[in-house]
């Protein structure tokens, strides 16, 4: 077959029109592909400062919350020293007969 010729087919009105369409249809197909990954990049950067949003909120409150915790038991200790300091020997013998064992 010799390829320098265009056959008849492809001379046709139809068939150009047909490669048009063919073009046009990549063309559109390529585009969607960098929108579509684009939108792919612009919700995973949303959901990251999202969760990172949260985390620092959760470490603000776990923060907050371990100081009321401490501040608890520093009252306690303060208004019962010497029960405080029975208990804490008491979990320090337990914990140490534990670890030996």
Known sequence: ???????????????????????????????????VKSSTVNAAESAAEQVSAEATRLMGSVTEASKASAKAVERQVDLHPVASLMLAFGLGFVGSRLLTK
Request: aromatic share 2%.
């Open 1 to 35: 077959m010799d390829t320098k010729h265009p056959t008849a087919i492809e001379s046709s009105s139809e068939f150009k029109a047909m490669m048009a369409d063919l073009a046009s249809l990549r063309s559109d197909v390529a585009q969607l592909a960098v929108h």
